[in-house]
Nanobody, 121 residues
Framework: QVQLVESGGGLVQAGGSLRLSCVAS????????MGWYRQAPGKQRDLVAT???????NYAEYVKGRFTISRDNAKNTVYLEMNSLKPEDTAVYYC???????????????WGQGTQVTVSS
């Protein structure tokens, strides 16, 4: 019932920038946290950055100072501004939303379809 739609991925040269967006829609009671994860071929899906409703952020060490996560609670949208991109940033980037269920006691994670980010050298 919940859908996350991502946009903004693409091909960029090393040192360039991209801005990813993700909009959540559907049967939503409350989104507590949103975030971005990435997965390179043959590797596990790793956290990139998360942000709470109150604006508290958490970043993977390898993106600190380069990426910025933000959100618009009214629009159920999360953004990821990526600067100084490196070839090792190449991966499929997935949007995540942690939703409080209607029972108000449990949470569930929803995922976007993923968007490819390719950084060339």
């Amino acid at each position: 019932q919940v859908q996350l739609v991502e946009s903004g991925g693409g091909l960029v040269q090393a040192g360039g920038s991209l801005r990813l967006s993700c909009v959540a829609s559907g049967s939503i009671f409350r989104i507590n946290a949103m975030g971005w994860y990435r997965q390179a071929p043959g590797k596990q899906r790793d956290l990139v950055a998360t942000i709470t409703r109150g604006g508290t952020t958490n970043y993977a060490e390898y993106v600190k100072g380069r990426f910025t996560i933000s959100r618009d609670n009214a629009k159920n949208t999360v953004y990821l501004e990526m600067n100084s991109l490196k070839p090792e940033d190449t991966a499929v980037y997935y949007c995540n939303a942690r939703l409080l269920r209607y029972d108000r006691t449990t949470y569930n994670d929803y995922w976007g379809q993923g968007t490819q980010v390719t950084v060339s050298s």
